[in-house]
């Protein structure tokens, strides 16, 4: 008899602890789950099995509260999934842009990602001050994966207007991780008035390949200021202006 209640309570303990570990990996109460293990034994360990997975949000700062239902939900949400709730696409990306401001790297790379998904022009002024204001020292610098997803998300929401304001940046920057950058992303929107900073950057080692594709990208708009530099450059730079210009020449255009 003494066996039976041995192996009554021990079978309770497993369904316990099986109940509770299922629960944990669903986002539930363990000690309510591991109660209703002990208690109900394998009717208990059946319903735990059954329990829907809760979605936990993230645990940054790239959270808001629904001010009708309290709940959770990201800050680049429209409409709250628990109550519908709606919110004004200009509070959402206003909640964004201070995001940017924030001292966790995570949130502001969820930030920059919201964008994406906003897609709203008004932001573009704050990337562009994101991107000025970034310090970069080196490949392994945190910043390096701040600056690439900035200016991925510039060049999809912003346009050739924002040029000079990017030429004005390339100029004054001391790394050439941001140079690069900043080369590429003015040759991709391929405003005209650019074209002299970035035919200055081929002389510039680091910047030498990506001003070249980047003067490729402007095409025949190129070609004007690159035939000057034939002319009126040293050896190395006339032959390298005679490439780009004949890759040019040789890409067909839309």
């Known amino acids: 008899m003494e066996v039976f209640w041995i192996l009554l309570v021990l079978q309770a303990f497993i369904c316990g602890i099986l109940a509770s570990n299922l629960a944990e990996h669903k986002g539930h109460s363990t000690g309510a789950w591991f109660a209703s293990g002990f ?40 409409v709250c999934k628990f109550c519908g709730r709606k919110f004004t696409k200009e509070q959402v990306v206003a909640e964004l842009i201070e995001s940017l401001s924030d001292k966790s790297m995570s949130v502001k790379l969820q930030a920059l990602d919201a964008f994406r998904t906003t897609k709203d022009g008004s932001v573009v002024s704050h990337l562009v001050k994101l ?30 207007s924002i040029s000079p304001e990017l030429v004005s940046i390339l100029k004054k920057t001391g790394s ?4 690069s950058k900043l080369v590429e992303i003015v040759g991709s929107f391929r405003e005209p008035s650019s074209i002299p900073v970035i035919i200055a950057c081929l002389n510039i080692k680091e910047l030498r390949d990506i001003a070249a594709k980047s003067l490729h990208n402007f095409g025949e708009a190129a070609l004007p200021h690159l035939d000057q530099l034939i002319k009126d450059g040293k050896r190395g730079e006339r032959k390298l202006a005679e490439q780009i210009v004949a890759r040019i020449k040789s890409t067909p255009r839309k």
């Open 39 to 78: 208690f109900l034994g394998i009717f208990g360990l059946i319903a735990a099995a059954g329990l829907p997975t809760k979605t936990t949000p993230p645990s940054s700062g790239l959270v808001k509260k629904c001010p009708d239902c309290a709940e959770s939900l990201r800050k680049e949400a429209l």
């Open 131 to 160: 991107i000025e204001t970034l310090t970069v020292a080196n490949q392994v610098d945190p910043n390096v994966q701040l600056l690439n997803k900035a200016i991925q998300v510039l060049s999809e929401i912003g346009t050739p």
């Open 176 to 179: 050439m991780i941001k140079a």
